[in-house]
């Protein structure tokens, strides 16, 4: 069976692999080159006010030159177009070609064409388009003739006249939802979160004009206070006024002088189109808002790159990056989004600090890396990004300590959490992150055929368990403490090391007992306040069939933030702070994102570990459906895969599935002996059935609870 799914596996990405190379032309650039790029573009436009706040970490480049080859075999003579982003030549078999540079004709039979450019401003990219020589992923890239190759990168750009330097997010204009007036002063509601251009209409008159936005009311009224603002001298101006910057906002205070007259506001909205593929349901009405309002948060975040909030640093962070990898696998399904943020967060070599500086943050890729592979089945992309896997890993290895592991060195941050707690020496949760991101580069090393590496990370990655459960694991109380500085153990317990530990599937089942009961549902340990680490905490607890419980926490925390006005999720929730305070962080009253990224995470959680759908071989070759109620009396949707949308619903007598291509296999509980219209149920345990399932025939099963 196993051997049947990797060829299935196998297979998927061949057909898929090959999908992709053909078709029409598309620009194409080096590997990285435009995400890293497009990346410094975006990243350095964060303000504070009307300071501008680039990122504080190191910016890669792209490559400046870049050769883009490619194999023909011609039966006849063929004209190609080509469309260029640099300065360029064109040889054919070595050779230059003269004169007109951008039609070009290449004889009949085998060749080697190659497109040498030169771009500082912006990546090196070309557009090629004849009858059977297109530009696509079947080129390959490298730095200089004669060097190593890689296949090119692409996205969507599928016209000479879109080049990759001129890529901007479309927009489309949304009214506002409510309007009040006063001298000199309009406060603009457009009803929720939302990001874009203000446009002001038929704006007619001289003087100075000030934009005061606020994902909160009380934001965009203090002038002092909001985080963001433009502010603008028009002369004699007659017609519509488009904001030059996208913002963030729910409200837009707009203060304008006398000399000013303005008609209506509006928004051009500014978005990432993407399929809205996942979709849940439930017989309580709260969850649902829930679900809706986390995807909400989450399209919002999806730009250019995943990015943490709408509102404040529009950087790209990798401890958020990768949940919001697995909250997409549950919605949209946008691999590209998850590809270019990948790139964007590794930039390019030399390595010499952690990704954003933070230490946890570099495990957190490579694990995201490996996600990546399990729900795509796309190993192409794997292996492109192999060579810079294994040069941050080189990096990471080499600051180990004596005794195998991580602890924070000059110029690194160690953040795990918002959490006041100790981040000095030897913390457990570190090494817990540590020991799977190595596991994630021997799966990685061994689909690159790195067979020398994979053993050598898998080994580490034993040995370092092994530390980690003698130095850690607290075999009186049951639980893991939280860290070791110079030899000597902090007893402090928190729920960070334990809670990876259980969802990494390190514990034995006495060991997983013992840390839901002592440490994840007791009320002696720290709670954790952030939906950052209240991701891990609750898919910990629904990896170990907690659902019930799960419910219960999602609905206080997650339908607090809805009872609290929320039309997105935030960056923190403390229920205990109340009125405007609970805006404020980093010190400043509106520093508190009302929009982040990591707050989405019910979409994720729902849609595994409630409708139950989740890969267990790359590419969805094979997968497991396993619904649970979670104390919900039904549950619906959908989430999307490779092949298609895999339908389930569930309540307690009755389950119906509609699979997609793959080895699928239902699970399910059942009091007494269950009935199906389709294929043949066979029990696995107490109560326990699977059924397996047919791509794209439904599937419905009678059950008792």
């Known amino acids: 069976m196993r051997m049947y799914s990797l060829f299935i596996g196998l297979l998927l990405s061949l057909v898929c692999g090959l999908a992709g190379a053909q078709g029409t032309a598309t620009w194409i650039w080096s590997p990285g080159d435009f995400e890293i790029w497009l990346s410094n573009r975006m990243q350095a436009q964060r303000v504070e006010r009307d300071v501008a706040w680039p990122p504080f970490w190191r910016l890669y480049n792209h490559q400046p030159q870049v050769n883009f080859i490619r194999q023909v075999d011609l039966a006849a003579p063929e004209d190609i177009d ?12 070595g050779r230059f070609v003269h ?74 204009e949304i009214p506002a939802v409510a309007v009040t007036r006063a001298e000199g002063a309009i406060l603009v509601d457009f009803g929720r979160e939302t990001t874009g251009f203000v446009k002001l209409k038929n704006l007619a008159g001289s003087g100075k004009i000030a934009l005061y936005y606020g994902e909160s009311k009380e934001e965009a009224l203090s002038v002092e206070g909001a985080e963001t603002l433009d502010r603008f001298t028009l ?15 729910r409200y837009v205070n707009i203060r304008f002088d006398g000399g000013i007259h303005i008609d209506d506001v509006a928004l051009l909205y500014e978005y990432l189109p993407v399929a809205h593929r996942g979709t849940f349901k ?10 809706d309002v986390a995807q909400r948060t989450l399209e919002l975040n999806t730009r250019e790159f995943f990015i943490d909030g709408v509102k404040r ?9 990768v949940q919001t990898y697995l909250m997409n696998y ?18 390019a070599d030399p390595v010499d600090m952690h990704i954003n500086t933070i230490l946890d943050y570099s495990l957190y890729w490579f694990i995201g890396i490996r996600d990546y592979y399990q729900y795509t089945g796309d190993a192409d992309f794997v292996k492109s990004v192999y060579p810079r896997m294994t040069t941050l890993m080189d990096f990471v290895l080499a600051r180990r300590n004596a005794n195998g592991m991580l602890e924070g060195l000059p110029g690194d941050w160690v953040f795990v959490d918002w959490a006041d707690m100790p981040k000095d020496g030897e913390l457990a949760v570190i090494q817990l992150l540590f020991a799977r991101s190595l596991e994630a580069m021997a799966d990685c090393a061994a689909l690159a055929h790195d067979d020398a590496k994979a053993a050598t990370y898998r080994q580490l990655a034993a040995d370092l368990k092994a530390k980690i459960m003698a130095a850690f694991w607290d075999p009186r109380r049951q639980v893991f403490i939280h860290g070791r500085k110079d030899g000597r153990i902090d007893p402090l317990v928190t729920r960070h090391p334990n809670m990876f530990a259980l969802m990494f599937g390190y514990l034995d089942d006495a060991q997983a007992a013992a840390v839901r009961r002592n440490v994840l549902t007791s009320d002696t340990v720290p709670k954790i306040t952030t ?4 991701f891990y905490e609750l898919a910990a607890l629904a990896e170990s069939g907690q659902q019930r419980y799960v419910t219960g926490q999602i609905k206080d925390y997650w339908g607090g933030m809805l009872r609290a006005g929320a039309t997105c999720f935030w960056e923190q929730y403390d229920p205990k702070v109340e009125g405007v305070a609970r805006y404020a962080m980093y010190g400043k009253p509106f520093g508190m994102s009302l929009c982040h990224a990591w707050g989405a995470s019910p979409l994720y959680l729902l849609g595994k570990y409630y409708l139950g759908v989740k890969p267990t071989q790359p590419g969805y070759a094979a997968y497991v459906v396993e619904p649970d109620l979670g104390g919900l009396a039904w549950i619906d949707g959908k989430v999307p895969t490779p092949h298609g949308d895999i339908a389930v619903y569930a309540d307690a007598k009755t389950i119906r599935v509609t699979p997609v291509a793959g080895q699928g296999v239902l699970r399910f509980t059942s009091a007494s002996a269950p009935r199906s219209d389709g294929g043949t149920i066979r029990r696995i345990g107490e109560r326990r059935y699977e059924l397996a399932l047919e791509g794209g025939k439904a599937v419905t099963v009678a059950r008792t609870k």
Request: proline share 8%; glycine share 8%; aromatic share 10%.
């Open 99 to 172: 004169g007109d540079q951008r039609h070009v004709r290449v004889p009949a039979g085998k060749h080697t064409l190659n497109l040498q450019v030169y771009n500082a401003a912006s990546p090196p990219a070309v557009f090629v388009q004849g009858r059977t020589i297109r530009s696509d992923a079947s080129w390959s890239v490298g730095p200089r003739p004669g060097a190593p190759t890689a296949h090119a990168a692409h996205w969507n750009l599928a016209a000479p006249d879109t080049p990759p330097s001129g890529y901007r997010l479309p927009t489309r």
């Open 282 to 291: 439930s017989s309580d009405d709260e969850l649902n808002r829930i679900w």
């Open 531 to 534: 939906p950052y680490m209240r």
């Open 82 to 93: 080509i469309a260029v982003e640099g300065i360029h030549n064109v040889a054919i078999d």
């Open 313 to 321: 640093d529009h950087w790209v962070w990798s401890g958020d990056a």
């Open 235 to 249: 002369a004699d101006h007659r017609g519509d006024f488009v904001a030059p910057t996208s913002r963030a906002m």
């Open 330 to 347: 549950y919605t949209f399904f946008d691999s590209d989004s998850v590809k270019r943020t990948t790139w964007a967060l590794r930039g």
